[in-house]
């Protein structure tokens, strides 16, 4: 069977058995900062799990696209090098939520891997693992399965603690847990390996194709289980390894689908050896990199762009080693669209930007490649010993954008290790960007533990009472307040808005008799909306009631800014493209913050454009029309759905316009458009290789920023002594006449270097046939250290020329050597002995290097030793 086939399978039989097939979620956990991205079929399901979500279904069944490169769950040295690692792969999967429990689970996964109707697999080829003190499972295997004891591995706690096992799941140190159970494929005697549990187990022979996961009990925070009222299953099987299974291979690149990726990459690189290693990094690599740009990721130095920009990098590289300088990665594209497109239409309709955006990253890494690989070659022949230094693996990430594991990569190639107490050591001062992953912790135990979710009734009303159903003081959940403490309250109802979408929190006051709390935020957990703040004055007790008073200037600040992103995002779109989708924002009282997919900065004249068109919308003052319906009706209206923005089934649509913006979108906004009174750009920029930010302010805001533009330009007029309309007419005077200096300043220090080069002439020495002069210049500048150097070589012939400059506390260098020099000595290697001498740094080509250092003092030594220091060189 084809792996099309085989996913098609399951999610039919699936079906068959009640169960709601539910599309592969993105890879960018919604609304969840314990990820960095999506790693296991479960992840959409997560809130359902933890009881803060309700779905309209108890079964479901999905496929779901994972990606393991970053955080926690990281594959990526591991690929290409292993048969079964992968940084993108599919993870089938069927769920209980509450439903059915363990019987059913394994029943199912037995039906489904060996009847007749399905995959046919023999019974024989299977085993099985439980949780050691696990009997349910046990019996339900032995008795009703029919699996022999022998064939029933029971495993026990073997990572250290009590249910800390192999078979026991957990979903972090607190919260939803309980034992699972494995089921193994055995390839056979010809394979090395042995059973799960025993010394050989990993070998290749036993291959865990499936894993139920019992979710039985809750783990408190000190360490106790509690049963679960609703117990739960969560299964998963790498649709890889079955593929490879059913189509008798031992390794995942074996298989139909990789086989397709491995042929066009081995055509797209020019390599004839399709099982070559670098092809299986190449054929992988492509997977999560289109993947995560259909979902928005795009390469960056930080975060999810960053962990994107080390697959692509890594992807190039081996292309690189394989012999191939052009860019070829990005026409990868068109073939994994014709194998994957089918089951994931997006794929195929945005082929060409996914292409667009790798190929801007292999352009860019071209440039700094050589550079790179030459300064790891330098290291790695005068290395000493198998380790590479830290400060070498941090310069080459940090000034040529290598990461660390493309690093290790070339490494682990030649017999080496990398220096990681150095690298740290060098890098702690950007350390933060590089580790972003590592803030992808949560603790469950802080989780609110309550039912239902607060209902919120601030879309037409600013005050209303609830009832206080939870506090919360230090982060821990307390029953009584007092004046003086911050704190959290959770009210049953509220008129505020809790952060979601880009729109911050409310913030007002909560108010009984002789109790003000000031609301500082207001943010969501769950279903449930936290207010935060310090109770002023009085006492709140759980189960009191409060009114809610949400800071009314401020809320409709808010909401002119938010509705229009709105109406920017449909701008956008129109005046640059339907390409344009939304990749983050910001909204609140002051100003609105918009980042969005462009290739380029937008132009003068587009922004312009843009502006006019969502003021254009303003002054139509059109009503703002909100409909709630399930997610099915929202896209038969068009709707767009908002970046990182998690929707349940039923979606508030917000039209503007008419038709003119449609989004889905909980926010609060403005009744009629021409409540925004004035739209105004403050500034556009880029934010990371494919990602703009267009910067707005509204109403007021954007009044006084025509305002304050006024100012200047009176201003700058009476500085000019001209018309406020004259002001352009006489900048552009002064700038040409500037202009016409600069360029006559230039020619007297060309002439004036002229000159000098003819005097420095004969201080230079002779040494084994090549000319040295090494010399200190008064007066010029680092363009003036290379035209004079320049001049020097034409007059001497065959020659080393090493000038330097001070300026205050610090001295410039340029090092030049005459093409027939080259042979026997470089001007890098004379510009890092220069300034290495003076507190410095520089490096170059073998003709020409610059540098500098900060030892004023050391100057005159230098230049005078250089003689001897380049004799020395060309005689060693």
């Known amino acids: 069977m084809k792996s099309a086939e085989i996913r098609d399978a399951f999610l039919k039989f699936f079906e068959s058995k009640g169960h709601t097939i539910v599309p592969s979620g993105s890879l960018i956990p919604g609304n969840d900062p314990t990820l960095l991205f999506t790693n296991a079929g479960m992840v959409p399901f997560k809130d359902v799990f933890l009881g803060d979500e309700k779905r309209p279904y108890s079964r479901a069944v999905s496929s779901q696209r994972c990606v393991r490169a970053g955080g926690k769950h990281n594959d990526l040295e591991n690929v290409g090098y292993t048969a079964r690692h992968h940084t993108f792969f599919e993870m089938l999967g069927n769920f209980s939520f509450g439903d059915y429990f363990k019987r059913d689970a394994i029943l199912f996964a037995w039906e489904f891997l060996t009847a007749s109707h399905s995959l046919n697999i023999p019974t024989e080829k299977l085993w099985v693992t439980i949780y050691a003190e696990d009997d349910e499972a046990f019996d ?97 099987m790498g649709l890889e390894r079955i593929s490879a299974v059913m189509q008798h291979v031992h390794s995942n690149y074996e298989i139909d689908l990789f086989q397709a990726l491995l042929k066009a990459a081995a055509e797209v690189t020019g390599c004839d050896d399709i099982a070559n290693q670098s092809l299986r990094v190449i054929a992988d690599h492509i997977r999560s990199c289109a993947f995560l740009i259909i979902d928005g990721v795009l390469p960056s130095n930080e975060g999810r762009g960053y962990v994107l920009r080390r697959i692509m990098r890594r992807a190039i590289r081996h292309g690189n080693k394989l012999g191939q300088q052009q860019p070829f990665f990005h026409k990868l594209v068109s073939a994994l669209a014709s194998e994957m497109g089918n089951a994931y239409p997006e794929l195929k309709a945005k082929s060409p930007q996914i292409a667009k955006a790798i190929l801007a990253e292999e352009e860019q890494f071209a440039k700094t490649l050589d550079k790179g690989l030459g300064v790891l070659e330098a ?50 001062a950007q350390r933060q960007r590089a580790r972003a992953a590592g803030s992808f912790k949560v603790d469950y135990s802080a989780s609110l533990q309550l039912e239902g979710q607060t ?27 007092k004046a003086g403490d911050e704190a959290v309250i959770v009210l049953e109802q509220t008129p505020f808005y809790a952060e979601s979408g880009g729109q911050v929190g409310d913030t007002g006051k909560l108010r009984a008799n002789g109790v003000v709390f000031e609301v500082t935020d207001c943010t969501k957990q769950g279903g449930h909306h936290l207010h935060i703040g310090q109770l002023v004055q009085g006492q709140v007790k759980v189960g009191d009631s409060v009114t809610g008073e949400v800071d009314a200037e401020i809320r409709q600040a808010t909401a002119l800014n938010h509705s229009a992103t709105h109406l920017l995002h449909a701008a956008l779109r129109k005046i640059l493209g339907e390409h344009v989708t939304q990749k983050g924002s910001l909204v609140d009282a002051e100003r609105m913050r918009f980042d969005f997919s462009h290739p380029e900065a937008v132009k003068p004249a587009q922004l312009k454009a843009i502006e006019q068109l969502v003021n254009a919308q303003v002054r139509l003052n059109s009503e703002v029309k909100t409909d709630v319906c399930d997610m099915e009706a929202a896209k038969t209206k068009g709707a767009l759905a908002l970046f990182g923005e998690k929707y349940g089934d039923s979606v508030r649509v917000l039209t503007m316009g008419e038709g003119f913006s449609v989004e889905l979108c909980g926010g609060t906004h403005v009744n009629r458009t021409g409540e925004i009174g004035l739209f105004r750009i403050v500034a556009e920029t880029g934010i990371a290789s494919g990602v703009r930010r267009i910067e707005a302010v509204t109403g007021a805001a954007a009044l006084a920023q025509v305002e304050h533009q006024t100012d200047l330009i009176v201003n700058l007029a009476s500085l000019l002594k001209t018309g406020a309309d004259q002001v352009q007419e006489k900048a552009e005077q002064l700038l040409q006449s500037h202009k016409t200096l600069e360029k006559e300043l230039a020619t007297a220090k060309a002439k004036l270097a002229s000159l000098a080069s003819g005097d420095l002439v004969s201080k230079a020495v002779e040494v084994q046939g090549i000319k040295v002069l090494a010399v200190q210049l008064e007066g010029v500048d680092s363009k003036s250290l290379r035209d004079t150097a320049d001049q020097l070589k034409n007059k001497l012939g065959t020659a080393a020329v090493l000038l330097a400059a001070v300026d205050g506390d610090k001295v410039a260098l340029v090092a030049s050597v005459t093409k ?57």
Request: glycine residues 16%; contains cysteine.
């Open 140 to 236: 339900i295997w032995h008795k009703e399965v029919g699996l022999a004891p022998d064939r029933i591995i029971r495993i026990g706690d073997n990572k250290g603690g009590k249910y800390n096992s192999d078979n026991f799941w957990a979903m972090g140190d607190t919260g939803p847990c309980g034992p699972s159970s494995e089921i193994f494929y055995d390839h056979g005697p010809d394979v090395a390996g042995g059973l799960p549990g025993t010394p050989e187990e990993d070998g290749d022979r036993y291959i865990e194709i499936w894993n139920l996961v019992f979710m039985q009990f809750n783990r408190m925070a000190d360490g106790t289980l509690k049963n679960l009222p609703k117990p739960s299953v969560d299964t998963g």
């Open 820 to 876: 027939d020099a080259t042979a026997k000595i470089k001007a890098g290697d004379i510009m890092r002995h220069a300034a290495g001498k003076l507190g410095g740094k520089g490096g170059g080509r073998p003709d020409m290097a610059q540098g500098g250092g900060t030892d004023v003092a050391a100057l005159p030594d230098m230049l005078a030793g250089m003689p001897d220091w380049i004799a020395q060189q060309m005689g060693s």
């Open 455 to 481: 209902q919120f009734t601030g879309y037409g009303a600013l005050a209303g009472s609830g009832k206080v159903v939870a506090l919360l003081k230090g982060g821990e959940s307390v029953t009584e307040l």
């Open 379 to 428: 290291a790695l022949e005068n290395l000493t010993g198998a380790t590479i230094d830290g400060e070498t693996v941090f310069t080459l990430y940090d000034t040529y954008g290598f990461p660390v594991d493309l690093t290790a990569d070339i490494a682990r190639e030649r017999g080496l290790q990398l220096d990681m107490a150095g690298y740290e050591s060098a890098m702690e």
